[in-house]
Each structure stands twice: as structure tokens, then as C-alpha cells.
């Protein structure tokens, strides 16, 4: 509903309209930035690629005719000479914990169907051996094992190692046109970055020129496929063809980084670090695993294995859904709205209350009263947390009316009485969400070994085989 109203205010106002006060996402100093485009009706056939880490130094990587194999595993290997080149610069060490990484590689794309490449070439690359039928250089299996990491990175609610740039722009600004059209790079940061004078519709309006805002990636404009790509492949003029690709895909880049730079401008949220060590330890575990001749992933999961990961990216998201409204009272908002979570004043405190507690013991249980002008829905008995005091919770012990009495039973300290400062004072304002991490709960699964037969049974270990490089589109 805040976000239905902040795209009506973007309509009204002719610019897109914040949605988040904080920076949900981290961002590297140096980030791989990858724009690539492919072939119009061939899966996964890769025609171009810009990549680097500055704006600056672009560098461009073609497939003179992306039919070829030969041509594509040739622009794989180039591909793969960047990428390791650039994940060498993030060094892991050993400590008595594990793998470490102080830093983490971060790849950033135009938008999501630019993170469909990165797994599809993943995919289709890893697999491959540099002796045997089709050999391909050394460097291009062990490429399509980091762009499938990449790719899972990216299904990671929360994780910031692999961005589409369109994703991250609009969890922080809502525009006045639909989500569909939001996918468009140049239309959306005509919304948020019009020029002076042009409002964001026409802005977003002049974007939707592909002569000057050619499509983002990975597929082409249908006119310059039939216009000038098709006529250059079949003339064979490879250096008419960079320039032709390098045209369509330079507008891009520029709005890669100035995209960076506009999500940079936003001071990160609180939890954004701790999620970003996350993926430091992530990106360290897996280069681990390949330096120790670590197979290539599967195609697919086993039954346990599967629900396994699906288990731990809803406790990702929901984890994650937390996190974002502790940071910043524009997503609690969105809890506001449903009920879920009251903002007020805090009226009193009784710091000294004491209650006997299911044991007999005597324990301190503060109360906290507070006037809130939103529609308080949570039932007596609900647990609630509070963004300012984020290790402090309680539960609801009555609502009448606009008052709301909260009893405190953790994060005030073991005395008997709290120490000035760590409770709520009179006349504070304050916020409690009924949304807590603490309440996530994951379901008990069994090992690989006790797939039920239902699900097929024990999985057998897998083993690489010359069958996983075909593919259906081969």
C-alpha cells in the first residue's frame, strides 16, 4: 500500500518517489559491471559483453558469428580472463574458524534477465573439459562454476554478491509507470534522475527510443538485428561489428555507474554489513571448495537437498523482511499499514514491576504504555520487538482504545532495576513490530541417506560425466 501510494505521488509530482531512507543493498567499491547481449532466437548465445570495474576502461568482448561454437567458448575463455582476474584480487585466508575473506567480489548487471544469462552461461560452461571432444580452455569450467555461484548469490534474499541494477533501484524509489516498464535501465532512471526541466514520464518516454537508449541486455533491439547486426555478421567485417555492438551497449554502461553512484548517495542500513559478512563467508567457502578440486554443481538438487535450500531462502526472506524494517521506518510503514506493527509516544514506564514467573521466581517485567494513533491489531500475548532497541522485546499485555501496554521480558539487563537509559523514557517515540527474527523457525528435514521413497529414495553421489555438457538446445 506504500508503495501503491508512492507511485501515485510519482505520477502527481513527475519524479520517482523514495520508498526506503536507507541503503538496503551493499555496495563494493569496485564492482565487476557486466552488460552482455545475445542473439536473438538462439538460447544462450552470447554476442557481446562489456565488463570492467571502471567506467572509464570498458572492455569489450565480441562473437563474430555467435552460431559458431567454436566462437562462443573462444568469447568464454576471454570472458573467463576478466572475471578470475578480477576475483584474484579478493584474497582468502585461512584461520582457526575456516576460509576468510576480508572482501567480497560483487557483480552488478542492467537487470534480472541479466542475471538469467549469468546462470545460463554458468550453466552451459561449467560443465565443459579442456581435453576430450570439444576441448575448451581450462579456464572456461572453472568461470561456469563462479557464474553459477553468481547466479545463486542472486537468489539469496538479502546477499549483494550479484546485483541486477533495475532490482536495486527500485527497493529504494517507486515510479509512475508499471513494474514491467521498471525493467527498462534508461526509462527507470529517467524517473529517477530526469533531466532539469523533463519530468520522469517524458524522460522515461525518451528512453523507449532504442536509437538512443538501445535495450539493456541481453537481447538487442529487433531493427538493429535486421538493420545492421545481420548484414555485418554475414559481411564478416569483425571490426564494423565492435563498433556496431559497442553503440548498443556504451549508453548502458554510462547508466550502470550512474546508478552506482545514486544508490551510493544512500547511507546503508544498519544490518546491510552484517549481511554482506554473510557473503564474504559465502564467496570464501566456495573459493575453498574450488581450490580444492571441488566438483562442478549439479543440474539438479536431490529431493532433501532441494528443500533444503528452498527452507533456507524463505528463512533468508523472512530474515531479511525484518531486517529492512529495523533499518528504516519507511518498510515498517508497510507493517503499520497491515497492523503488524504501531507507532506512538511512550505515555510511562514502570522500570520497578516485578511479577512471580512460572517458576515462583521473582523477575523485573517493566511496563511501557504507549498512545498510538494506528490501527492496533495484534492480539493480547503477541511479542514485539522495537527498531530503537533492537536486543529489547515484550509482549502485548492490553489495548484499549489508543493505548497499548507493553510488558518488557528481555534486553533491560538482570538487575532489579534497569539502568537509566536502557528503558524507554516518557515522551519518546517508539515503534513495535509483532515482525521478529527471532520468531523464524525452519523445518526438521532429514539427511540425503533418508529420502523418503516417495521422493526417490537415497540420492546417488554425483559424478561429472561427458552427458552434462549437451544441452536440450544443442
Request: net charge negative; with cysteine.
Amino acid at each position: 500500500m506504500i508503495s501503491a501510494y508512492a507511485k501515485a505521488r510519482a505520477v502527481e509530482a513527475g519524479v520517482a518517489q523514495p520508498i526506503a531512507t536507507v541503503a538496503h543493498v551493499h555496495l563494493s567499491s569496485r564492482p565487476l559491471v557486466f552488460v552482455p547481449l545475445s542473439l536473438a532466437g538462439e538460447a544462450n548465445a552470447p554476442l557481446a559483453a562489456m565488463v570492467g570495474t571502471s567506467v572509464d576502461e570498458p572492455e569489450l568482448l565480441i562473437v563474430p558469428q555467435p552460431r559458431d561454437r567454436a566462437l562462443r567458448f573462444e568469447f568464454a575463455a576471454r570472458l573467463a580472463r576478466v572475471f578470475l582476474d578480477y576475483l584474484a584480487s579478493f584474497p582468502v585466508s585461512s584461520s582457526d574458524d575456516g576460509p576468510f575473506a576480508a572482501d567480497s567480489p560483487q557483480v552488478l548487471v542492467p537487470n534480472r534477465a541479466g542475471l538469467a544469462f549469468v546462470r545460463l552461461l554458468g550453466r552451459s560452461t561449467r560443465f565443459r573439459r579442456a581435453t576430450g571432444p570439444y576441448p575448451v580452455d581450462p579456464s572456461v569450467p572453472v568461470l561456469g562454476r563462479w557464474l553459477t555461484w553468481f547466479a545463486e548469490r542472486s537468489e539469496h534474499p538479502g546477499s549483494s554478491s550479484a546485483l541486477a541494477a533495475t532490482e536495486a533501484l527500485t527497493l529504494h524509489w517507486a515510479t509512475g509507470q508499471s513494474a514491467f516498464e521498471d525493467n527498462n535501465l534508461a526509462a527507470l532512471m529517467g524517473w529517477i534522475e530526469p533531466p532539469p526541466g523533463v519530468s520522469g514520464a517524458a524522460a522515461a518516454r525518451a528512453a523507449e527510443d532504442p536509437l538512443r537508449w538501445p535495450p539493456a541486455g541481453p537481447a538487442t533491439d529487433p531493427t538493429f538485428d535486421n538493420e545492421v547486426l545481420g548484414p555485418l555478421i554475414r559481411g564478416g567485417s569483425v571490426s564494423a561489428l565492435e563498433r556496431a555492438l559497442a553503440s548498443q551497449l556504451e549508453p548502458t554502461w554510462g547508466l550502470m555507474f550512474r546508478a552506482l553512484a545514486t544508490l551510493s548517495a544512500l547511507p546503508a542500513g544498519a544490518s546491510v554489513a552484517s549481511r554482506w559478512a554473510s557473503d564474504c563467508d559465502a564467496y570464501a567457502g566456495f573459493w575453498t571448495y574450488l581450490a580444492e578440486d571441488g566438483l562442478p554443481q549439479a543440474r539438479r538438487d536431490g529431493a532433501v537437498a532441494a528443500a533444503r535450500r528452498l527452507a533456507q531462502l524463505e528463512r533468508a526472506q523472512a530474515s531479511y523482511d525484518v531486517a529492512r524494517s529495523f533499518d528504516d521506518p519507511l518498510v515498517m510503514a508497510q507493517y503499520r499499514v497491515t497492523g503488524e506493527a504501531f507507532a506512538g509516544t511512550v505515555l510511562s514506564v514502570d522500570a520497578t514491576r516485578r511479577i512471580t514467573n512460572d517458576k515462583g521466581n521473582l523477575v523485573t517485567r517493566p511496563l511501557v504504555l504507549v498512545q498510538s494513533s494506528d490501527p492496533v491489531h495484534l492480539p493480547v500475548g503477541t511479542q514485539v520487538g522495537a527498531p530503537s532497541r533492537p536486543k529489547q522485546s515484550g509482549t502485548v499485555l492490553d489495548v484499549t482504545s489508543d493505548l497499548v501496554t507493553v510488558e518488557l521480558d528481555k534486553g533491560f539487563g538482570r538487575g532489579k532495576t534497569p539502568a537509566p537509559g536502557v528503558l524507554p523514557s516518557p515522551g519518546e517515540p517508539i515503534t513495535y513490530s509483532s515482525v521478529l527474527a527471532s520468531a523464524i523457525r525452519g523445518p526438521a528435514l532429514p539427511s540425503a541417506d533418508e529420502t523418503p521413497w516417495t521422493h526417490g529414495g537415497p540420492p546417488t553421489p554425483y559424478v561429472p560425466s561427458d552427458l552434462d555438457a549437451g544441452e536440450d538446445w544443442e
